[in-house]
């Protein structure tokens, strides 16, 4: 992949989670900087989302642990778990909100 269609793939796919907590009827608070997004929930914990341009990657820090995305077949894989990049963030974002929590309508 050419770095600037990778830029353009992780603008899209934070665009998207800006987009859906937007929306979302649970009270997630976020800020976008320099290409990290930061989501703060009620109980204070965090998910950091951010781009690692040298590795063409996405990283996500949880309160549980931080996971590396690669670009593979169209979708976004977690290098160490296999976790579809969609899937994981609503389930991380939903354990965190301690609600089911959609972030990934507009991805579909």
């Not at 770095?3 to 009827?25: F, N, R, T």
């Not at 990283?59 to 296999?82: C, L, M």
């Amino acid at each position: 992949m050419q770095e600037s269609e990778y830029h353009q793939k992780v603008e899209d796919v934070l665009l998207i989670i800006e987009e859906a907590l937007d929306v979302c009827p649970v009270d997630i608070d976020y800020e976008s900087a320099s290409s990290i997004l930061t989501l703060t929930f009620i109980n204070g914990s965090k998910i950091i989302i951010n781009k690692q341009p040298p590795l063409l990657q996405i990283w996500v820090a949880t309160k549980y642990n931080g996971h590396h995305f690669n670009f593979q077949d169209g979708v976004w894989i977690d290098e160490r778990t296999g976790a579809e990049f969609w899937s994981f963030i609503d389930e991380a974002a939903s354990k965190q909100a301690e609600q089911p929590v959609v972030l990934s309508a507009g991805a579909k």
